[in-house]
């Protein structure tokens, strides 16, 4: 019998949170700052899920965006190093007068002069 009336203590208490009718007991009172604790935690909870959903989004953004960087970087430098091959580059000249060496650079040692010289 006791099991029958815990059932329907349960039921009843439903239909009093559906119904309404707990906010015109005493006992509201009682609960109220917990229910207003309650409030608040899952209102600071939804604003940290909101947060962190939008830091999320933004991580995403830029990640892509350096992904689409390093892709431009290695596309430029390919370019670069094609340009500056020394047969492109004297393609390029072949109209300007410019000539590639043919002889080897060689360093050239200049003794600079002395004290006595220069009176």
């Avoid at 410019?98 to 004290?115: D, F, G, H, T, V």
């Amino acid at each position: 019998m006791k099991e029958k009336k815990q059932k329907k203590t349960g039921g009843k208490t439903v239909m009093k949170v559906l119904g309404g009718t707990f906010l015109v007991k005493e006992n509201f009172s009682k609960q109220f700052p917990f229910m207003v604790y309650v409030t608040v935690l899952l209102m600071v909870i939804i604003t940290n899920t909101y947060i962190a959903e939008e830091r999320n989004r933004d991580l995403a953004e830029t990640s892509k965006r350096l992904y689409d960087l390093q892709v431009e970087y290695v596309q430029v430098k390919s370019e670069i190093m094609e340009a500056s091959k020394q047969s492109v580059l004297a393609k390029r000249l072949e109209g300007t007068g410019l000539k590639e060496a043919i002889e080897p650079m060689r360093r050239i040692n200049m003794e600079e002069p002395s004290n006595a010289e220069q009176q």
